[in-house]
């Protein structure tokens, strides 16, 4: 998914090497000197660092040139010139660096050792190196090395500190569009949003975070309604949930109802996501023209009974859109982060559904074999190792109907089956 890539293109250049000196032996009632020019100082190298402060690429948008010193020209006396001083530049682990030209990908940087990506220039050696028995006075030196130069492109996958959750129409979009950069689509239909939209929310001096706008979850969603679990997989990751209301009930709906719905899907797709702290967000307060505010103390209440915090803003207005960012802040400072069991884990795209000629059913023998294009992409995505990732492949197959067809051709208990990449026993 790319809207999950983060990527900014910088242009990286290494230290020059300083100059090698010429330069003579000079004192009193020494009529001449030999050589003695030293070498020039090496120059500075560029050098990747990872820092776990760091989450997003957000601030190479907005310098995009890094140099390193040059070395400094040698001195008289033998003295080398001083080296130049590396440029270590910091991002976010995980971040990949590819040569911007070819795309090939030069270094990914998931460990703390430092990478140095352009190399500075050797120092050019001073005359003194260049005397001979036949040559005792060279009049030349070398020049410095050249730094090198090289334009990268940073790619970074974001995992998102904050998920937005509630029924469509809700105005989540429209809460990541106030509080971050991003322009998500907005619009007064369900499912505006099909894939997930993230925004960096920047919170005072150099603090952010990032959040993550998802389509609308309906009834049914944990076992693949509407736009189903590849999204309550991707809030998996989110370590605090805001948990959006439309409490005016626009729509005719009840936001206690809604809130009871969408947290029966969160516990019925897994018992961590129903754990998973939650702020409870009375939207579109705007729409409350009298005093009657009833159903915001009874949102209030369902939250607090929950124990979820809570509140109130207009999305529209932006009224109480900065305080929420700030308490939502606050909360995370508070929380662990989530251990993301598999960083390559990426659920197949939707925009390619299931259909008859993507998963092909064939008997050979005794065998009864299931393969095509789908289970392909979702064998890519599997870590056998883990067990969560097991669960989401059956839950798949389960989804896609896969076990109903294979009834339907007749299995029975003990059968071999044959899916993908996996051998095993039919059972029931
Ligand atoms: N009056 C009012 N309308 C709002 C407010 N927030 C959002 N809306 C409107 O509600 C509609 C839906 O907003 P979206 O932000 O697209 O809702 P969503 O939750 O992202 O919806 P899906 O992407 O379909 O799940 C739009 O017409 C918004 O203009 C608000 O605070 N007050
Ligand atoms: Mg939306």
């Known amino acids: 998914m790319p809207q999950f890539i983060d990527t900014a293109k910088i242009w990286i250049q290494s230290g020059k090497g300083g100059d090698g000196k010429v330069s003579f032996h000079r004192e009193k009632y020494v009529a001449s000197g030999g050589p003695d020019g030293g070498d020039g100082g090496r120059g500075g190298s560029v ?9 997003t690429l957000m601030d190479f948008r907005y ?52 990478f140095v990506a352009a190399k500075g220039g050797r120092g050019g050696w001073g005359n003194v190196h260049f005397a001979t028995p036949t040559r005792q006075t060279p009049r030349f030196a070398k020049p410095g090395m050249p730094g090198q130069e090289l334009e990268i492109r940073l790619e970074l996958k974001l995992l998102a500190d904050v998920g937005l959750v509630g029924f469509p129409n809700v105005g989540k979009s429209t809460l990541l569009s106030m509080a971050s950069a991003a322009r998500p689509k907005i619009a007064n239909y369900h499912f505006t949003t099909l894939v997930p939209n993230l925004g960096v929310v920047r919170i005072g001096d150099g603090e952010s975070f990032v959040m993550a706008d998802i389509p609308g979850i309906i009834e049914g969603a944990s076992e693949g309604a509407g736009l189903g679990h590849d999204f309550l997989r991707h809030i998996d990751r989110c370590r ?47 729409l409350f023209y009298d005093d009657d505010h009833s159903k915001l103390d009874e949102i209030r209440q369902w939250a607090e009974d929950h124990g979820f915090a809570y509140a109130e803003m207009s999305a529209a207005t932006n009224q109480g859109v900065r305080e929420l960012m700030n308490m939502t802040w606050h909360a995370l400072e508070e929380l662990p982060p989530v251990l993301v069991y598999e960083p390559e884990f990426v659920p197949e795209p939707v925009d390619k559904p299931v259909t008859e000629e993507s998963i092909t059913y064939r008997r ?43 009834e339907e051709m007749g299995i029975k208990d003990g059968d071999p089956v044959v899916i993908g990449e996996m051998e095993f026993e039919y059972e029931r």
């Not at 492949?393 to 989804?399: A, K, N, Q, S, V």
């Open 364 to 406: 050979m023998n005794e065998y009864y074999i299931v393969e095509g294009e789908w289970i392909d992409r979702l064998f890519a995505s599997i870590n056998f190792d883990d067990y969560e990732s097991r669960q989401y492949l059956d839950r798949r197959l389960r989804g896609a109907g896969v076990f109903d067809k294979l």
């Open 47 to 55: 050098i990747f660092q990872v820092d776990d402060n760091l989450s």
């Open 240 to 286: 605090l949930l805001l948990h959006v209301v439309d409490a005016a009930g626009s729509e005719g709906r009840d936001p206690i109802d809604d809130l009871n719905k969408i947290n029966d899907e969160l516990a019925q797709y897994s018992m961590d996501l129903e754990k998973r702290p939650q702020i409870v967000v009375a939207n579109k307060i705007d």
């Open 63 to 114: 310098k995009r040139k890094y140099k390193a010193e040059p070395g400094e020209q040698g001195g008289s006396k033998r003295c080398t010139g001083k080296d130049g001083k590396n440029l270590v530049i910091r991002v976010p682990r995980g971040t990949i660096l590819r040569d911007a030209q070819s795309g090939q990908v030069i270094k990914d940087l998931s460990d703390s050792e430092p």
